[in-house]
C-alpha cells in the first residue's frame, strides 16, 4: 500500500491516504487540534472526541469517498456524527481533510464564530446532518441510505454513535428499518470506550452484549479495535463486502486516548483541561507527532 | 348540497394525485396508513412508501435524512405522535436544520372521539408554533387540504400539517376566486361587530355561529386562519381595527395555539379584546365525536356565547 489510489469517480485524490503512518500522524494532529479547541474554548467533549479519532481518520481519509471542493456532492459518501457532542474529533478531521482552513477551528463555540459545540451542517462544510441530541443520528442516515438506494446511487452512508448512545430506545427503532429495508450501504460504528458522563456504561446502564443485541437486529456485526488502522480497513471493507444487510462495527475504544490522564478516566466526558493540564496534555500529543515525523 | 368529507381523505387523495407532478415527493407511515390515508399513495407507489413501524421518533429522523439527499418527505401519524411523541425529533432533526420534512399529523382535537384522551391531541399547535421556523398549517375543509398540500409541496422547508377525522362540509369552494397561500387567512364572511378567527374545522361552526348571531342583529366577520403560523398579521389587525373585538376559536387547547398568537399580535399591534374558545386547559375523552365536542363546547352555541362576551368586554 503506497500512494494515492484512484477514487471511485476515476480522479486521484491527493489528500487520500493509505499509509498507516500517515494515517497515525494524521489522527495525532487533530488529537492536539482537539485538546487546542476544547482548551481555547474553556468546554467541550474531550474523552468521547480522543477515543473516536483514529475512527474518524481512517474513515475521511482512507475510506469515505469524498471531495472537499465539492462537499455537496450528490455522488459522495455521507457520514453522520450521531454521538454529535464530538465535533473535536469531526471538525479538525474534516479541517485536515481540506473541507475548510484549520484556522476555523478558533470559532469553536465562540458566540462570534460558526462552529457550533455539536455538529452543524449549514456553516461548518463537510457536516453531512446536524446533530447533537443522542439517538437521532442515526436515524438520518437510514434516511440517507435509504434515498441512495431509491436513486439507485453507490454511495455508503456511515454513522458514528456513542456506547453510552445506544441506551436511546430510537437507536434500536432505527436498528429495526435498516434491517427491514436491507441497508447493506449503511454501516454504524459504535465507539465501545465503555463510559458514559456519570460513569462505566456498566453501571449507569448496561448494554452488553452488543454483538448479540445487533446480531439479534439482523445486523451483519463486525468487532474491531477502533485504534488500529489496518483493523479498522479490514472491518470497513468487509462491511462494504456485505450484502443484504446493514453492518455495525463495535470499536473497542480508550475515551481519552493518547493523553495519559485522561485515559479511562470517564471524568473527562465533557470537561475542558485547565492551563496546567493542557499544557502536560499539550505536551504529550506534540511528543507523539514528533514521533511519528521521525523527529 | 355541499360535499362533506373528511380533510385526511382530501390530503391522502391530494398526495397520491400529486405524485407524478412531484417526483422527489416520498411518503412515511407509522402503521397508521389506513387512517392517515396515506394507503392510497402506498398501493399507487410503493417504492416511494415507507411504513416505518410503530416507531415515531425514528421516522421523523429517517425523513430528515432523506430530506438531506433532495427527497420531499411527508411523515405521518395521529397528531398525538407526530408532534407529541416525536416532539424533539422534529425539532433537533427537522426544523434546526431547516430540512424539507412535511409532518403531518391526522385525528387532531377532540373529534378523535371514542378512543379518548390518549390520541386526542390538543397541544399540536401550541408546541409546533413553538419551534423555530416552523410552519403550521390546519385546513378546514377538503378544497382548502387538497390547495394546502401543493403549497406544501412548493415550500421548501419544515412544516406540520394538521390533518381532521370527520367528514366536514366544504365552504371554501363557494367563495368565489378563493385560492390557497401560506400564510394568508381569508375573509369567508364580512361582519362589522366582532370577528371570529377560526383554523381546521372550527370554521365551520364559526360561520353558523355568524349565522345565528345575524338573527340577533350581531353582524359578525370570519375569519378562515388556515396557516397559524405564520400568521396573518395585517388580516387579523384590520379586523382589530374594524370590527374592534376578536374571537378566536380552535379545536385545541387555548394554551399556545391559534388564541395566542392571535392574542400575541394584538396586544403588541393593536390591543382589543380577545375571546379565547377551544379546549380550556383540560384533557378530553370517550364519546362520540359529536358527543365529545359538544361536552367541551365546542360548538357553534359555544363560540356565539364568546362572541357575545367579546362584545360585552369591547363597551
Same mark, same amino acid.
Request: charged fraction near 20%; include cysteine; hydrophobic fraction near 45%.
Given at each position: 500500500m503506497s500512494g494515492p489510489r484512484a477514487g471511485k469517480n476515476g480522479k486521484v485524490n491527493r489528500m487520500e491516504q493509505t499509509n498507516m503512518h500517515d494515517l497515525a500522524l494524521t489522527a495525532a494532529r487533530s488529537r492536539l487540534l482537539a485538546m487546542e479547541m476544547v482548551h481555547r474554548a474553556a468546554s467541550g467533549h474531550i474523552g468521547g472526541s480522543l477515543?473516536?479519532?483514529?475512527? /474518524?481518520?481512517?474513515?475521511?481519509?482512507?475510506?469515505?469517498?469524498?471531495?472537499?471542493?465539492?462537499?455537496?456532492?450528490?455522488?459522495?459518501?455521507?457520514?453522520?456524527?450521531?454521538?454529535?457532542?464530538?465535533?473535536?474529533?469531526?471538525?479538525?478531521? /474534516?479541517?485536515?481533510?481540506?473541507?475548510?482552513?484549520?484556522?476555523? /477551528?478558533?470559532?469553536?463555540?465562540?458566540?462570534?464564530?460558526?462552529?457550533?459545540?455539536?455538529?452543524?451542517?449549514?456553516?461548518?462544510?463537510?457536516?453531512?446532518?446536524?446533530?447533537?441530541? /443522542?439517538?437521532?443520528?442515526?436515524?438520518?442516515?437510514?434516511?440517507?441510505?435509504?434515498?441512495g438506494k431509491a436513486d439507485g446511487r453507490d454511495y455508503r452512508v456511515y454513522t458514528l454513535l456513542g456506547d453510552g448512545e445506544i441506551e436511546e430506545g430510537q437507536v434500536w427503532e432505527a436498528a429495526m428499518a435498516a434491517a427491514k429495508y436491507r441497508l447493506d450501504n449503511l454501516c454504524a460504528i459504535v465507539d465501545v470506550n465503555g463510559l458514559q458522563i456519570d460513569g462505566a456504561t456498566a453501571d449507569v446502564m448496561p448494554s452488553e452484549p452488543l454483538d448479540k443485541k445487533f446480531a439479534a437486529f439482523n445486523w451483519n456485526v463486525i468487532p474491531v479495535d477502533g485504534h488500529d488502522f489496518q483493523a479498522l480497513e479490514d472491518a470497513f471493507a468487509a462491511a462494504a463486502a456485505c450484502k443484504g444487510m446493514p453492518t455495525v462495527l463495535l470499536a473497542r475504544t480508550v475515551k481519552g486516548r493518547g493523553v495519559s490522564f485522561m485515559e479511562g478516566d470517564y471524568g473527562w466526558h465533557g470537561k475542558a483541561p485547565n492551563d496546567e493540564q493542557f499544557e502536560k496534555a499539550r505536551a504529550e500529543l506534540a511528543a507523539r507527532i514528533a514521533e511519528l515525523e521521525g523527529k | 348540497m355541499a360535499e362533506k368529507i373528511a380533510t385526511r381523505a382530501a390530503y391522502g387523495e391530494a398526495l397520491a394525485a400529486?405524485?407524478?407532478?412531484?417526483?422527489?415527493?416520498?411518503?412515511?407511515d407509522a402503521d397508521l396508513s389506513g387512517s392517515t390515508m396515506t394507503k392510497g399513495f402506498a398501493k399507487a407507489h410503493p417504492e416511494r412508501f415507507y411504513n416505518m413501524g410503530i416507531a415515531e421518533a425514528n421516522m421523523m429522523g429517517v425523513a430528515a435524512g432523506l430530506a438531506t439527499c433532495g427527497k420531499m418527505p411527508f411523515a405521518n401519524s395521529f397528531a398525538m405522535f407526530?408532534?407529541?411523541?416525536?416532539?424533539?425529533?422534529?425539532?433537533?432533526?427537522?426544523?434546526?436544520?431547516?430540512?424539507?420534512?412535511?409532518?403531518?399529523?391526522?385525528?387532531?382535537?377532540?373529534?378523535?372521539?371514542?378512543?379518548?384522551? &390518549?390520541?386526542?391531541?390538543?397541544?399540536?399547535?401550541?408546541?409546533?408554533?413553538?419551534?423555530p421556523g416552523m410552519l403550521v398549517v390546519s385546513p378546514c375543509d377538503a378544497p382548502e387540504m387538497r390547495q394546502a398540500v401543493?403549497?406544501?409541496?412548493?415550500?421548501?422547508?419544515?412544516?406540520?400539517?394538521?390533518?381532521?377525522?370527520?367528514?366536514?362540509?366544504?365552504?371554501?369552494?363557494?367563495?368565489?376566486?378563493?385560492?390557497?397561500?401560506?400564510?394568508?387567512?381569508?375573509?369567508?364572511?364580512?361582519?362589522?361587530?366582532?370577528?371570529?378567527?377560526?383554523?381546521?374545522?372550527?370554521?365551520?361552526?364559526?360561520?353558523?355561529?355568524?349565522?345565528?348571531?345575524?338573527?340577533?342583529g350581531i353582524d359578525v366577520r370570519v375569519l378562515d386562519m388556515h396557516t397559524i403560523k405564520p400568521l396573518d398579521g395585517e388580516l387579523v389587525l384590520k379586523a382589530?381595527?374594524? &370590527?374592534?373585538?376578536?374571537?378566536? &376559536?380552535?379545536?385545541?387547547?387555548?394554551?399556545?395555539?391559534?388564541?395566542?398568537?392571535?392574542?400575541?399580535?394584538?396586544?403588541?399591534?393593536?390591543?382589543?379584546?380577545?375571546?379565547?374558545?377551544?379546549?380550556?386547559?383540560?384533557?378530553?375523552?370517550?364519546?362520540?365525536?359529536?358527543?365529545?365536542?359538544?361536552?367541551?363546547?365546542? &360548538?357553534?352555541?359555544?363560540?356565539?356565547?364568546?362572541?357575545r362576551h367579546a362584545l360585552k368586554l369591547k363597551k
Open positions: 477515543s473516536a479519532m483514529d475512527i /474518524l481518520t481512517e474513515l475521511y481519509f482512507r475510506v469515505m469517498r469524498v471531495n472537499p471542493e465539492q462537499p455537496r456532492d450528490p455522488a459522495r459518501d455521507r457520514f453522520v456524527l450521531s454521538k454529535g457532542h464530538c465535533t473535536p474529533a469531526l471538525y479538525p478531521t /474534516l479541517a485536515q481533510r481540506g473541507f475548510f482552513p484549520v484556522e476555523r /477551528l478558533k470559532e469553536f463555540r465562540r458566540i462570534d464564530g460558526q462552529m457550533s459545540g455539536h455538529a452543524e451542517m449549514h456553516h461548518v462544510p463537510g457536516v453531512d446532518m446536524s446533530t447533537g441530541s /443522542l439517538g437521532q443520528g442515526i436515524s438520518a442516515a437510514v434516511g440517507m441510505a435509504l434515498a | 400529486l405524485a407524478e407532478e412531484y417526483p422527489q415527493l416520498v411518503v412515511l407526530a408532534t407529541g411523541r416525536a416532539w424533539e425529533q422534529v425539532r433537533n432533526s427537522i426544523a434546526y436544520p431547516r430540512l424539507n420534512v412535511k409532518v403531518v399529523g391526522s385525528h387532531g382535537g377532540l373529534s378523535v372521539g371514542e378512543d379518548g384522551a &390518549t390520541h386526542q391531541c390538543i397541544e399540536d399547535y401550541a408546541i409546533m408554533r413553538a419551534i401543493k403549497a406544501l409541496l412548493d415550500y421548501d422547508g419544515p412544516a406540520y400539517l394538521r390533518l381532521g377525522r370527520l367528514a366536514v362540509e366544504s365552504v371554501t369552494d363557494a367563495i368565489p376566486g378563493y385560492s390557497f397561500h401560506l400564510g394568508q387567512g381569508v375573509a369567508l364572511r364580512p361582519g362589522a361587530d366582532a370577528t371570529v378567527i377560526a383554523t381546521g374545522m372550527m370554521v365551520q361552526m364559526a360561520l353558523q355561529a355568524a349565522e345565528a348571531l345575524a338573527a340577533e382589530a381595527l374594524e &370590527t374592534g373585538c376578536i374571537v378566536t &376559536t380552535e379545536e385545541a387547547t387555548t394554551v399556545g395555539g391559534l388564541g395566542s398568537a392571535v392574542a400575541e399580535f394584538l396586544a403588541e399591534h393593536h390591543p382589543v379584546p380577545v375571546v379565547r374558545h377551544g379546549v380550556e386547559d383540560v384533557f378530553g375523552r370517550s364519546g362520540k365525536a359529536q358527543d365529545v365536542l359538544a361536552a367541551y363546547g365546542l &360548538t357553534p352555541a359555544g363560540i356565539a356565547d364568546k362572541v
